[in-house]
């Protein structure tokens, strides 16, 4: 008998006119891990956000070890045993660890106190019995992001759940706290846990589930055995392909040795008692390269974002662009002193929901579709209309940005930034967060497009497969300093990046900040 199963599952959306789940059906054997994957859209977060009780289904019914059961909210998935850590993190940073596992359940004296000595006390013991540790009394603020997940599984564990939903639970983990995770999810499966896996690493579905179900547009289209099919056969049936994308990263034939964008000793106070969260980072891009940044989250590759962007102002150093001083103000991409910039954030910083798609793609082009003052409306529709085919966008020129999908609105950006001619340099940040394997092969093919006519890619992102895949060179922020410059030649490994995004290699054998 399975631990779990949800039978016929459906959810309408009147609003946004979406059918969600579709009859939608799921089996998962006790004390198994189990993949749910797809891509964006497929149903996969609201089946698992009906199990959790943040959603309720229109129709079907959830077993659990055979009975129907009802969840109305998480208080009764909480009673039933089931526990779900999403993918950003719920961690009150001025509390310690031990505040944050007991936040709502708090132990108390004669009923009135909040028994602090108690709580540590109980989880620590809730810790010791899982093989996590964790010190109760550290203050969450410290915590890396591999540290804050193993606080979330805690806080269910404490809570004795048995069923462990993890929401893409690798999407900014290090090498080593990927395996440091998997570690830990072999032991609970030992201890009889049951976990699920909300993820489109097909390469970690092949490593760590025992089984996996696929899901498309709202429905479940098979389970497996994990060990009963290949990973391509498996990226076909998430895609709804009989052929996949085979990307593949070629050498580029556009590289110049003259820097496109140089960044010299920028240093940038973080306004908390004067600390760095930029301490003299010094990077150079050349034309026709990929340089990739990654780093742990809060180790300063945001703030070079925000310096890049035009968001926040250096406290001192210098970026040149094509040898000049980086613009004050952003330029048009394609005017030549421009720099193109796809942000992690493309809703606030990338698009204006609230606008067209023509009006998003004209936004910072004013000499060309405002001559004289007046907008040219035929010029700036028939340039959205040829941008809407050149990069399969599904939708049309008039319609508002906020009516599109995550991969569209990523397309519309990439199409105004990457408009002819070129820039010099591009600044992609995180640029596949949250899109599917089709619309990550798009990204990925446009980047390496720009990079052979002749643009300098910065590529920042916490996606280390990202970084592999498309990098010619890759640095490492830890605390707010470049700590090597490696060349990706096929000898670099997702370790050895590891150990300089966790402060654990010697920064001085291999820096080189060019």
Known sequence: MDALTMEGITKYYAEGDTLANDKAWLRVGAGEIHALVGENGAGKSTLMKILYGLEKQDSGRILLDGVEVRIANPMDSGRLGIGMVHQHFMVVDDFTVAENVVLGAEPRKGGLFYDARGAERSVRSTMERHGFSLDPSRRAAGLTVGERQQLE??????????????????????????????????????????????????????????????????????????????????????MGSDSCPDFTRTPSLAYRPEPALELEEVCLSSGAGGARSLDRVSLRVCPGEVLGVCAVSGNGVGELEDVLGGFRKPNS?????????????????????????????????????????????????????????????????????????????KGSAEQLAGELSGGNIQKVILARELSSPLPPILVFSEPT??????????VYEKILEARDAGSGILLLSSNLDEIFELSDRV??????????????????????????????????????HG
Request: hydrophobic residues 40%; glycine residues 8%; contains cysteine.
């Open 433 to 442: 967060w949250g899109l599917d394997i089709n619309s990550t092969e798009f």
């Open 317 to 393: 150093g210098r970026i040149l662009l094509k040898g000049s001083p980086l613009p004050r103000r952003r330029l048009p991409a394609r005017s030549g002193r421009g720099l193109g910039y796809v942000p992690a954030d493309r809703i606030r910083r990338g698009a204006n929901i609230r606008l067209s798609m023509a009006e998003n793609f004209i936004a910072l082009d004013r000499r060309a579709y405002f001559p004289r003052g007046f907008l040219d409306a035929a010029a700036s529709l028939e340039a959205t209309r040829e941008a809407i085919g050149r990069f399969t966008i």
């Open 153 to 238: 599984i805690v806080k269910l564990l404490h809570r004795e759940a048995r069923f462990l939903i993890l929401d893409e639970p690798t999407a900014v983990l290090t090498e080593q706290e990927v395996k440091a995770l998997f570690s830990t999810l072999r032991s609970l499966r030992a201890s009889g846990h049951t976990i699920i896996l909300i993820t489109h690493k097909v390469k970690e579905v092949k490593e760590i589930s025992d089984s996996v179900t696929v899901m498309r547009s709202g429905r479940t289209v098979d389970s497996f055995r994990t060990a009963d099919i290949d990973g391509y056969e498996l990226s076909c049936l998430i």
């Open 475 to 512: 640095s490492v922020m830890y605390r707010g300093r470049v700590v090597c410059d490696l060349p990706n030649d096929g000898s670099l490994t997702r370790e050895k990046l590891g150990e300089y995004m966790l402060g654990l290699a010697d920064e001085s054998a291999e820096a080189n």
